[in-house]
């Protein structure tokens, strides 16, 4: 269920608005602070940052094959694939906030399922039986 959104209900979002309000008053420079983040840019930044401990992590494995020591070579190489692995996950992120704010997300699709479909996750099935106690209650 990763990445999927919900609508808020018109209370939801009532609510939201309220408590969003009592944090304006109560701590300016925090929501301004929040305002001012940019997803984008953060893991952009943090993508630069893994860049630049790559090439550090080849300077020194490349020092340790110059200076014959093999620990050395090997540190060097564990923070490549370290800052490697980081760009690239800051990179997955980057993508991701630019499909979200793009684009929006396809409506989520109603499944009815039968006492006897097992297919599914535990959270699916779950979130089923809460959202069929919710709609009665209605």
């Known amino acids: 269920m990763e990445?999927?959104?919900?609508?808020?209900?018109?209370?939801?979002?009532?609510?939201?608005?309220?408590?969003?309000?009592a944090l304006a008053a109560e701590d300016p420079k925090f929501?301004?602070?929040?305002?001012?983040?940019?997803?984008?840019?953060?893991?952009?930044?943090?993508?630069?940052?893994?860049?630049?401990g790559f090439v550090l992590g080849i300077a020194v494995l490349m020092a340790g094959a110059i200076i014959p020591?093999?620990?050395?070579?090997?540190?060097?190489?564990?923070?490549?694939v370290a800052c490697l692995y980081v760009a690239a996950l800051s990179m997955k992120r980057i993508s991701n906030a630019g499909e979200s704010d793009d684009?929006?997300?396809p409506p989520p699709t109603k499944r009815h399922r039968t006492k006897h479909d097992s297919?599914?996750?535990f959270m699916e099935r779950m979130e089923d039986r809460w959202r069929r106690r919710r709609d009665e209650d209605l």
């Open 119 to 121: 297919s599914g996750s």
């Open 69 to 80: 020591n093999t620990i050395i070579g090997v540190i060097g190489f564990i923070v490549m």
């Open 3 to 21: 990445g999927s959104t919900v609508p808020l209900s018109e209370e939801e979002q009532r609510q939201f608005e309220q408590l969003e309000r």
């Open 31 to 52: 929501v301004s602070a929040m305002r001012g983040t940019n997803v984008r840019l953060y893991y952009k930044r943090r993508a630069v940052l893994a860049g630049v």
């Open 103 to 105: 684009i929006p997300p």
